[in-house]
T-cell receptor, first 114, second 113 residues
Framework: GDSVTQMEGPVTLSEEAFLTINCTYT??????LFWYVQYPGEGLQLLLK?????DKGSNKGFEATYRKETTSFHLEKGSVQVSDSAVYFC?????????????FGKGITLSVRP | NAGVMQNPRHLVRRRGQEARLRCSPM?????VYWYRQLPEEGLKFMVY????????ESGMPKERFSAEFPKEGPSILRIQQVVRGDSAAYFC???????????FGSGTRLTVV
């Protein structure tokens, strides 16, 4: 079945540091890929998405590129801020057409120090 | 335009009691998804519903769990005879169609004591 693997956490960075969070997936066909962010006590918010190979999703300074050859969708940001502290989830949606249920990775907690 | 509303935010139940979790989708959204987040785990799909229909319940435990989305009113996730292992955060999401573009609610955190 479909699966998403995220790098182990937590991750602690200083403000303005470069961020990379790794995500790889296993799926049949051509899934859509997502990054969600969860701030403390809140629900998940869609951060960015990509629906086909070589697409780059971007939002709020975050970027991720859909790499079919390496089955990866790594999240990057050039300069993190304290306000980026949250839990980040990588997810995929199978492209079967039946429905768009999401398969999530375990999530990784990011803490950014001033 | 209010987002996806879930209530209660926190729910405490004793073992053996029933838990009812409510989800009001965004206005105009007729597709509802329920997910469960166990401690230290990612979200796991439970069930997908449209108005008055269960479309996919492949992630629902076979016993004690049920879900509905009536013609009028919120979607309800019902857990009968709760056990400690049911303690988790339960998230609802809604979308206007089956193509995705979810909006998640803030979740209900169920604690079974």
């Amino acid at each position: 079945g479909d699966s998403v693997t995220q790098m182990e956490g937590p991750v602690t960075l200083s403000e303005e540091a470069f961020l990379t969070i790794n995500c790889t997936y296993t799926a049949t066909g051509y899934p859509s890929l997502f990054w969600y962010v969860q701030y403390p006590g809140e629900g998940l918010q869609l951060l960015l998405k990509a629906t086909k190979a070589d697409d780059k999703g971007s939002n709020k300074g975050f970027e991720a590129t859909y790499r079919k050859e390496t089955t990866s969708f790594h999240l990057e940001k050039g300069s993190v801020q304290v306000s980026d502290s949250a839990v980040y989830f990588c997810a995929l949606s199978g492209n079967t057409g039946a429905n768009s249920k999401l398969t999530f990775g375990k999530g990784i907690t990011l803490s950014v120090r001033p | 335009n209010a987002g996806v509303m879930q209530n209660p935010r926190h729910l405490v139940r004793r073992r053996g009691q029933e838990a009812r979790l409510r989800c009001s989708p965004m206005k105009g959204h007729s597709h509802v998804y329920w997910y469960r987040q166990l401690p230290e785990e990612g979200l796991k799909f439970m069930v997908y519903l449209q108005k008055e229909n269960i479309i996919d319940e492949s992630g629902m435990p076979k016993e004690r769990f049920s879900a509905e989305f009536p013609k009028e009113g919120p979607s309800i996730l019902r857990i009968q005879q709760v056990v400690r292992g049911d303690s988790a955060a339960y998230f609802c999401a809604s979308s206007p169609d089956r193509l995705g573009g979810y909006t998640f609610g803030s979740g209900t955190r169920l604690t079974v004591v």
